[in-house]
């Protein structure tokens, strides 16, 4: 199994034309790929920057100002100083033939000359990409099970009867995280929780949150033996940790949070019960 492909298209010179890289990126999304657009006018050394900084597995760069031919071998060079040519490096553009070869020697892995299909370029990108594969069978098992689901609300006074009152759900805890500037209400349902998260300023992550995508599951967290083992696992399978240690969290729980970016959007929290914290359904 591997982690979903992550791609940065990158239009670099003075270029003034994006259709073509957006109908290639939206293309890729469309293929299951993760896909960063760096935007127009960008550097060599500001693309690979993006790049490493984004840990992606190819760089797609796209020319139609004939820069190509400087451009493209100078972000593969830029790369080989920074010890990560295993980034693959593809173009596309108004590339003329007697300059393919020469880009190839150069480093370029393809070049995609116009007309080419969306599904013939992700299939080079699948078949030519290095992804850091994840032996499953041979990681131990993180998650004990479903310890919560985090929903954010605007405020708790004016959903709660949703769950109480429609659902028959018991709160079981309240609790102010005053580093998080967020109020919870815990309930409980089937042996697991729902953790409402109410801000409690404009600025901690929960109203960030709330202000970007408004009211909905935040987040969602699995119950673990050892938060800080389960770190060093996930890290060395490949996947960005937000918290590069466990921290406490509400209920007396030690928690850590794994980065979005590599769980396909969700915001994946790791918890562990510790002697403090209290059982389901007290107060």
Request: proline share 5%; charged share 20%.
């Amino acid at each position: 199994m591997s982690q979903p492909i992550r791609v940065l298209v990158a239009k670099p010179g003075l270029d003034g034309h994006d259709r073509g890289a957006l109908v290639i990126a939206q293309g890729l999304r469309d293929e299951g790929m993760e896909v960063i657009y760096t935007g127009l006018r960008q550097t060599p050394i500001e693309i690979v920057t993006t790049a490493l900084q984004e840990d992606v597995a190819c760089i797609g760069l796209s020319s139609l100002s004939g820069a190509h031919m400087e451009m493209f071998p100078a972000v593969v060079q830029l790369l080989r100083q920074q010890q990560a040519e295993d980034i693959l490096v593809i173009g596309g553009g108004v590339i003329p033939e007697q300059d393919v070869e020469a880009l190839t020697a150069a480093g370029i892995a393809k070049v995609f000359t116009p007309g080419t299909r969306i599904e013939e370029v992700a299939q080079f990108i699948r078949d030519h990409a290095h992804l850091q594969e994840l032996a499953q069978e041979n990681l131990p098992p993180l998650a004990l099970g479903v310890d919560h689901i985090g929903i954010a609300v605007t405020r708790v006074d004016e959903i709660l009867p949703f769950y109480t009152g429609l659902l028959g759900l018991s709160v079981t805890h309240q609790e102010v995280i005053a580093d998080q500037e967020v109020k919870t209400t815990f309930l409980t349902v089937g042996g697991m929780e729902i953790e409402l998260l109410e801000p409690l300023s404009t600025d901690g992550p929960v109203a960030k949150f709330l202000f970007k995508h408004g009211p909905g599951i935040h987040h969602m967290a699995f119950a673990v033996a050892d938060v800080n083992a389960a770190l060093r696992t996930a890290q060395a399978a490949g996947f960005r940790l937000i918290d590069e240690r466990a921290r406490p969290g509400g209920r007396g729980k030690e928690i850590a949070f794994l980065h979005p970016k590599d769980t396909s959007g969700v915001l994946i929290e790791l918890c562990q019960r510790t002697d403090t914290e209290e059982d389901i359904g007290g107060s």
